[in-house]
């Protein structure tokens, strides 16, 4: 075991820990009885903690370190900019250049016109920005009776009250959300889960026509935008039928609706296209970045929208909105760092041509298991469900996530950071992930199911509910 010594003992830091750092979606009191683990270093897909073991991060931290830890020159674009100017404001007529290379960028990046980028710190910001860029839209074309945004339950799009508005997840919406009026959300697009009788693709178009019926109920000139996830992320890597997102198309298009993709996950490359918009064939309004564009090295987010929506809002007047860090000279300047690294590496076309194919057959392979009902996968994002009986989809009798949390406990334990939501296991590692290291991350989730199923038998939880 490596020796880490310069920090004081893990106990004493968990302590500390405890004591004064509140955690996000964390249970307190649980975490101080158990005592957080330390991570205190990482190198490509690999992190420390602070006893010196390695594991191997199948989640590239929260879905956002594409181009894997360690790479100096981030650190050394963050050092420069920091010495030539660490901060100036995009505010009252005042620009720099960093924010002009990276906006530049990312309009030669992004599909279509989607040509501005109105700069936030993070998704959730961004999605803030988005409820105020489609409401300021509307209004600006003299309709402003258009405000309800739709989205959809299971949904995650941040956690500020307007990105949680947006979302819908049960856990979040007992505590509190949605507080912003004018959301509506429809049902989501789980065949696994909700699909019933239907085949997949019969599932996907009633879902997709839900968003028909409610333009339909809430009134087609009340209506102003959709919003959704290419892939759900955070909701389990729900990946959608493949009649979906046409039949979605279809009703923005035939409705005149303003359609957001929430690229904060599916963008920069994740599912072997630059943005998962692409892979869908999906030409969105606005889109949600964030994650990603810096690979997680600095926080940084922001909307890219479409050239008439920018037009609009540019022609309306002032668009009183913004926050201290938009277009952070560090940020811009560590992120287009990071977009030079997975334009000239070709990351996203290894991930589309080489690694994800890679990936995909090998994560398949996982539903020969007993306890893994079907294997989903979109480049490099990716979930299993488990079930006690493949055939009929049941789900476990015991209360939703225990086996899940049972299985993410050995993963943990046998070197491997793949997630559960629910009863899903989920994966989305550093997109730089070699071959070799994709055995690793296969053999132990392998190993690691083998043992929760041993468990869960001997518990007596291999049971349908
Ligand atoms: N949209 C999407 C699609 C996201 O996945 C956000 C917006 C919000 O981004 P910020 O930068 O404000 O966190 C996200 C973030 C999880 C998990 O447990 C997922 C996210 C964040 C934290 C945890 O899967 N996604």
């Known amino acids: 075991m490596n020796v880490i010594s310069n920090h004081m003992p893990t106990a004493d830091l968990q302590t500390l820990d405890a004591a004064h750092h509140m955690h996000p979606f964390s249970d307190g009191a649980d975490l101080a009885r158990v005592g957080a683990r330390v991570i205190t270093g990482a190198n490509g897909v690999t992190l420390t903690d602070s006893e010196g073991h390695k594991i191997l991060d199948a989640m590239a931290g929260l879905w956002c370190v594409n181009i894997g830890y360690g790479r100096d020159e981030l650190a050394d674009a963050a050092a ?116 019933g009788d239907k085949t997949p693709e019969e599932f996907g178009l009633e879902r997709a026509r839900q968003l028909e019926a409610a333009i339909k109920e809430l009134g087609a ?43 904060v996950i599916c963008g920069f490359g994740r599912t072997g296209h630059w943005f998962g918009s692409e892979y869908y064939g999906i030409r969105p309004h606005i889109m949600t970045i964030a994650k990603g564009l810096s690979s997680g090295y600095a926080p940084i987010g922001g909307s890219m929208v479409c050239d008439e929506v920018a037009h609009t809002i540019n022609e309306a007047g002032d668009f009183n909105h913004g926050y201290t860090y938009s277009g952070h000279p560090v940020s811009c300047a560590v992120a287009l760092e990071n977009l030079r690294i997975l334009q000239e590496e070709k990351i996203v076309e290894t991930v589309a041509n080489e690694t994800g194919p890679y990936l995909k057959e090998k994560w398949e392979s996982l539903t020969d298991h007993p306890m893994v009902g079907e294997a989903n996968i979109v480049g490099m994002m990716g979930s299993i469900a488990l079930t006690p009986h493949k055939e009929s989809r049941a789900k476990f009798a015991a209360d939703t996530g225990t086996v899940g949390l049972a299985c993410r406990t050995r993963c943990f334990a046998n070197g491997l950071v793949m997630r559960h939501v629910g009863d899903r296991m989920i994966i989305s590692p550093p997109l730089v992930i070699s071959k070799a290291e994709i055995d690793t991350l296969i053999e132990r989730a392998r190993l690691s199911l083998d043992e929760t199923y041993e468990q869960i038998k001997t518990d007596g939880l291999f049971v349908a509910g």
């Open 80 to 195: 420069r900019q920091m010495k030539e100017l660490p901060y100036y404001n995009t505010f009252f007529q005042t620009t720099h250049v960093p924010v002009i290379a990276l906006s530049a960028k990312l309009a030669e990046l992004a599909p279509r016109d989607l040509n501005h980028v109105f700069y936030a710190g993070s998704g959730s910001e961004a999605n803030d920005t988005n409820i105020r860029l489609v409401r300021h839209y509307w209004m600006a074309k003299g309709q402003p009776d258009r405000n309800i945004i739709i989205s959809r339950k299971n949904a995650y799009h941040g956690s500020t009250l307007g990105g949680g508005s947006l979302g819908g997840m049960s856990g979040m919406q007992n505590q509190g959300v949605p507080v912003i009026p004018g959301i509506h959300h429809i049902d989501q697009p789980d065949w696994w889960s909700e699909g």
């Open 221 to 263: 000139d009340r209506v102003a935008a959709f919003i959704a996830e290419p892939v759900q992320g955070a909701g389990g890597v729900i990946v959608p039928p493949s009649t979906y997102w046409p039949e979605i198309q279809r009703i923005c298009d035939e409705y005149g609706i303003l359609l957001i993709a929430d690229e």
